[in-house]
């Protein structure tokens, strides 16, 4: 009888702590400043499972642990602007309620009725939020709202003669948000989803509100961090509600030896012989964290103490998560037309010339429209463009082993192993 590993020596859900997190030295170092400094403002843009969440977590927690002040709100789950300004309130209760003892009784002084106390089992803090019945009002109200949140902070901080650092993760959602033609928001939730740009109407868009409010407070420091990089460049862009506003740092991939290395020591770690383990997972996985952490993850479900983690064992632990994958990627192939999922195929097999004769002719692509299809894939985060904007990779280094196993042999293109990978990673805006 085979034994298994008791622990696996990496993680990838939820906020990622201690000897599971690598590297971000220079970043953390960075977002506490940030955090510290009175009225100072960052944007951190950077794509989806970059381990973004974790490094600004990591930073609130050294900022707290060493005197400072420092709160962390997920804006990624709202479905309305008070969602966000509920957010904010049980981040300062969960963060701030035991350093600021009258934390409750001031917030009830100031929000009176509309506030809610509920016990966080997790913490046995209580924690506030908004009453629900708010998310049912106009957009003013609930921008009104949003911004009574952050006045509140402010003064509480002021009053305390402390600045409080404030980082607002997937930042980015607040436009989604517009006022409808009865003045409440909620159905119109869709306006610019997937657009990835600033229209001109100012009056309907809550991040110029939101803008307004930040810019007046002086015991409050920013940190701004999204997901969506095209959509953030916008709002930093000339005609954008942060324009010359924030500070800016892209947040990239962790350096590829780094985490090769730092793969091939947690594996030594768990009893395991890594032979080139660690860098396959980065070729294969990279460039995004947790896809590269997925597959090193993958990699000692399975395996015995003692057992060598070679090209083999990271192949098939590479096949497994496309197996587990299928149903959902199947679900999203079914939805895209004919020319996106030949597109996809394209770029599985072929990421170069997909716009000449050959290649069009190859994936049955149609000459009009193979450059919109491809930018719609980009828009709507299927694939990523390369630096040189003729280049395209997908997204998720899984669906691209879905591909090439899946729908390449509709073409008969069977020679392609599922961990190929036409150019490197390092090549495409990340």
């Known amino acids: 009888m085979q034994h298994r590993i008791v622990q696996n020596p990496f993680r990838i859900h939820g906020i990622v702590e201690g000897d ?80 600021w003892t009258s934390l409750i009784s001031d917030l009830s002084g100031r929000f009176q009725a509309s506030l809610k106390v509920t016990l966080d089992p997790a913490t046995g803090l209580m924690l506030p939020s908004l009453d629900v019945g708010l998310r049912q009002e106009t957009l003013a109200t609930q921008q009104a709202t949003l911004a009574h949140v952050l006045d509140t902070l402010d003064a509480l901080a002021a009053a305390r003669q402390a600045n409080l650092g404030i980082v607002l993760d997937e930042f980015q959602e607040i436009t989604r948000f517009s006022a409808g033609p009865d003045g409440t928001s909620g159905g119109t939730g869709e306006r610019r989803r997937g657009q990835d740009r600033v229209t001109d109407n100012r009056q309907d868009q809550p991040e110029w509100h939101l803008r307004g409010v930040i810019q007046r407070h002086q015991h409050l420091s920013y940190v701004l961090a999204g997901s969506r990089p095209t959509l953030l460049a ?53 460039p995004r964290t947790r896809d590269i952490v997925r597959l090193a993850r993958k990699c000692v479900d399975h395996a015995a103490p003692g057992a060598i983690i070679d090209a083999a064992a990271v192949a098939a632990a590479y096949s497994e998560i496309v197996d587990e994958e299928d149903e959902a990627i199947q679900t999203r192939w079914q939805r895209l037309s004919s020319q996106q999922q030949n597109a996809l195929r394209a770029v599985a097999a072929e990421p170069i010339g997909l716009t000449t004769k050959e290649v069009r002719r190859r994936f049955s692509l149609d000459a009009s429209t193979t450059a919109n299809t491809l930018k719609t894939l980009v828009q709507a985060g299927d694939l990523v463009r390369s630096t040189y904007g003729s280049r395209h990779a997908f997204d998720d280094p899984f669906v691209r082993g879905w591909v090439i196993k899946k729908t390449l042999p509709d073409l008969g293109i069977r020679d392609k192993p599922i961990t190929y990978v036409a150019t490197p990673s390092s090549e495409y805006e990340q």
């Open 20 to 99: 599971f997190f690598t590297d971000r030295t220079s970043e953390i170092a960075r977002f506490s400043r940030t955090l510290q400094e009175p009225t100072a403002k960052l944007l951190v843009s950077g794509y989806r499972r970059m381990g973004k969440s974790s490094t600004l977590a990591r930073a609130v927690a050294e900022v707290n642990a060493a005197g400072g002040l420092a709160i962390m709100a997920d804006f990624s789950t709202a479905s309305t602007v008070t969602d966000m300004a509920s957010n904010l309130l049980a981040a300062a209760g969960k963060m701030l309620g035991r350093r």
């Open 234 to 286: 916008a709002m930093v862009g000339r005609s954008g509600a942060f324009y010359n506003m924030l500070d800016r740092h892209a947040f990239g991939p962790i350096e590829r030896e780094h985490m090769s290395e730092w793969i091939d020591q947690r594996l030594r770690l768990a009893a395991l012989q890594p032979l080139e383990a660690g860098r396959l997972c980065v070729e294969w996985g990279g």
